[in-house]
């Protein structure tokens, strides 16, 4: 049976992992949570231990910067998984130099196989001003395109601003 995907899109500490966490643990299903970041500064690293503190226990966690079907692929119907987040996935292909549309299609096959429900936290970088330079204008289209398929594929889509969700496209 095909997983069920919730897309949570949202500004930068808008709520969405919390919204994305609570989602995930009113299921009763086994916690997943794939962590895309990678620690590469104490700024990050401290942002990491808010997250883990604010998450608490119960949760296998699976750190894997790029490769989503080695996430996703052994996963179960008895599981939910917590992406967070498609918007740090996005930035580590960016800045590996990957093929960008590449790796999407490949995100997009494994989350399209997984049996496990998915929550997808991403950030809406597309309400701010043109960046001015070009490898911050060149991830800018890349995360509209990535959060428009994210979307499509979703069954459900919730805007989280001020912590307060809106529903776009289908019911929690």
Request: charged content about 20%; some cysteine.
């Amino acid at each position: 049976m095909p997983s069920n995907v919730t897309f949570i899109l949202g500004g930068a500490a808008s709520g969405k992992s919390a919204f994305a966490e609570q989602l995930c643990l009113n299921t009763g299903k086994d916690k997943v949570y794939w962590a895309t970041a990678q620690i590469f500064d104490a700024e990050m690293r401290d942002k990491v231990s808010r997250h883990l503190e604010q998450r608490g226990t119960g949760w296998a966690t699976f750190e894997e910067p790029e490769t989503a079907a080695q996430v996703l692929d052994p996963l179960t119907s008895a599981q939910i998984c917590l992406m967070d987040c498609a918007t740090m996935w996005l930035t580590n292909h960016l800045l590996a130099e990957h093929d960008l549309e590449t790796a999407q299609d490949e995100l997009m096959s494994a989350i399209g196989r997984c049996q496990a429900d998915l929550v997808i936290v991403s950030n809406e970088t597309g309400l701010g001003i043109v960046p001015e330079n070009k490898l911050a204008r060149r991830f800018r289209e890349a995360q509209g395109r990535l959060n428009i398929a994210l979307a499509a594929q979703a069954d459900t889509v919730v805007q989280v601003t001020a912590g307060l969700p809106l529903v776009l496209k289908g019911a929690l």
